[in-house]
């Protein structure tokens, strides 16, 4: 069984207009999605499966939907008889553990704000973040690296009372002990909600400042229908494996609200270092995945690779997104292994927010069509609507009955900086063509301006890549006193290929002849790695700011 039909009159589309018409999902004014649909899971059918869990180790786990009603209980019990109440702050630091899970569903029942992070904070980082959330419990792995810098933390941490791990640590509460002791039947107490409330905040990269605090409220979860139903094509008792680490708002699209709606179990791989494509193939296989999604940069080491060792005849429906899908890289997986790849486009702010839907046609390189929860506009620099073919900024109107977009930034009351006359502006530059698909051109601060010309990053990056030799790629600018701005490739080589004046040439002269001739790169690097979040969207800003210093 899946909850669908609790939030949606219609489920399924025989159109793109009848979806944008017919979409509409229902929120109930005191929704909780951890009483709502984990709770109700566990009452209508203890047994369903959750979560499969498993690590580097070799250990798994799986866990059904009784296992996450009552390890939260106890978690929230245990938090509650600490004083952690309805407003407070917690952050969580556990990677892809498989207490992630339990700790924000009973930071959901308690009504705390659960506020997910990447363990590759520093003591700076984390004291920011405490102070800035007013935080008052830390959940973390036990890494050396983790928990040191978390202890160094501490001091500087105005508002932090209780700090847990995963097993023992000095000046730690062992967090699995602790929270055992709790009653996992029932809670101990009472906590009731609007939807209107704040459930979950990430911080954002901070890129081009300080990073912000993005708040969602409790009619987030539902949002993500939009992400897990049309656009992941979960299926009930199906398997959704998302490759997100759950420090990163990717890990809430993709690894707990919609797909559980939905009624898939989630997939999750608990590694600590970096992995590549190679090792996640075989967990594909073995535990018979029927649902993927993965950025970019995976697909671009996979058709590299010789996929007919492995069976992936499971997996149904394939999807990409935080960075565009080179049309090279469609390609050649649909060549490979005879699947089309469904782009979708959002960010921290939203929820989907364009994406390719079953309805659609995916067009390499498109990220396909709006959402229909958002009412999607490109607008000029002077905040005028452009017509197709022209680039102009994504931008989401104004709705009062909009749900899937952050309330503010920061934690209370919901602001209006955050609109722009009337707009949510993104900051990414696209265009649309005649048949209503978008085209992801750039962020704003990441277009070249190069003799009169504005050159989009991703249209050289796509030219460069169908070159055999080039695995990686970014495109930045680099100052010019002629020309205001000429483009520089950085570039990661494939297997046998090797630097040399020869290749560079040849990569230039591949993209004179591939797309418009000025888009050439007149600098070309080669380089082992390129500069990466640890969601692997590729930092163009720190080439930038590298370059910059030199």
Not at 106 to 132: E, F
Not at 335 to 361: M, N, S
Not at 500 to 528: G, I, M, W
Request: with cysteine.
């Amino acid at each position: 069984m899946n909850l669908l039909k609790d939030f949606l009159a219609v489920t399924e589309y025989d159109s793109y207009e009848q979806m944008m018409r017919d979409f509409k999902p229902k929120v109930n004014p005191d929704f909780n999605f951890a009483f709502d649909v984990v709770d109700k899971y566990a009452r209508l059918c203890p047994d369903k499966l959750a979560l499969v869990w498993c690590n580097d180790s070799g250990e798994e786990k799986y866990v059904t939907f009784d296992d996450v009603s009552k390890e939260s209980n106890r978690i929230a019990n245990m938090l509650y008889a600490r004083g952690i109440r309805k407003g407070d702050s917690v952050l969580i630091m556990l990677m892809s553990r498989y207490e992630y899970w339990y700790t924000v569903i009973a930071c959901h029942k308690l009504g705390a704000l659960a506020i997910p992070a990447t363990s590759q904070l520093t003591t700076k980082d984390i004291v920011y973040r405490c102070n800035y959330a007013r935080v008052k419990a830390i959940v973390s792995v036990n890494t050396k690296s983790v928990t040191g810098y978390i202890r160094e933390a501490q001091p500087k941490c105005e508002t932090v009372e209780y700090a847990f791990t995963v097993g023992d640590a000095d000046g730690f509460t062992n967090y699995a002990a602790e929270y055992g002791k709790y009653n996992g039947d029932k809670l101990d107490f009472t906590h009731k909600n609007k939807v209107t409330d704040s459930m979950l905040a990430y911080f954002t990269s901070g890129t081009t400042g300080m990073p912000k605090m993005v708040t969602h409220n409790y009619a987030y979860p539902i949002a993500h229908i939009a992400t897990a139903h049309l656009w992941h094509r979960c299926e009930d008792n199906g398997l959704h494996f998302t490759a997100a680490d759950t420090g990163w708002a990717k890990a809430s699209w993709g690894k707990i609200y919609g797909q559980w709606i939905c009624g898939a179990a989630n997939f999750t791989y608990d590694y600590y270092g970096r992995y590549t494509p190679l090792d996640i193939l075989p967990l594909l296989e073995k535990y018979k995945v029927t649902s993927f999604c993965a950025p970019p940069t995976m697909y671009r080491f996979l058709i590299k690779e010789d996929l007919t060792k492995y069976d992936l005849s499971g997996i149904k429906h394939y999807c990409t997104a935080g960075e565009p899908l080179n049309p090279v890289v469609y390609e050649h997986i649909k060549e490979k292994i005879g699947a089309r790849i469904f782009e979708g486009y959002g960010q921290t702010e939203t929820v989907l927010a364009l994406g390719t839907f079953p309805t659609t046609e995916p067009r390499p390189g498109s990220m396909g069509k709006p959402c229909p929860l958002y009412k999607i506009e490109l607008l000029d620099d002077n905040g005028h609507p452009v017509g197709d073919g022209v680039e102009g900024e994504i931008c989401i109107k104004y709705n009062p009955e909009q749900i899937g977009l952050l309330i503010s930034y920061d934690n209370g009351e919901s602001s209006r900086s955050i609109w722009n006359d009337g707009y949510y502006h993104t900051g990414d530059v696209a265009t649309r063509d005649s048949d209503g698909y978008y085209w992801f051109v750039g962020r704003d601060d990441d277009i070249i301006k190069s003799s009169g010309y504005r050159i989009g990053p991703f249209e050289v990056e796509s030219a460069l890549l169908e070159h055999p030799a080039v695995l990686e790629c970014a495109i930045t600018a680099v100052p010019d006193d002629t020309r205001g701005q000429i483009i520089k490739a950085t570039v990661v080589l494939a297997k046998n290929y090797f630097p040399s004046e020869e290749l560079k040439k040849e990569l230039q002269d591949h993209v004179k002849h591939t797309t418009a001739p000025y888009k050439y790169p007149r600098v070309v690097e080669f380089v082992n790695r390129l500069p990466k979040t640890i969601s692997e969207k590729i930092r163009r800003v720190e080439i930038r700011q590298k370059d910059s210093q030199n």
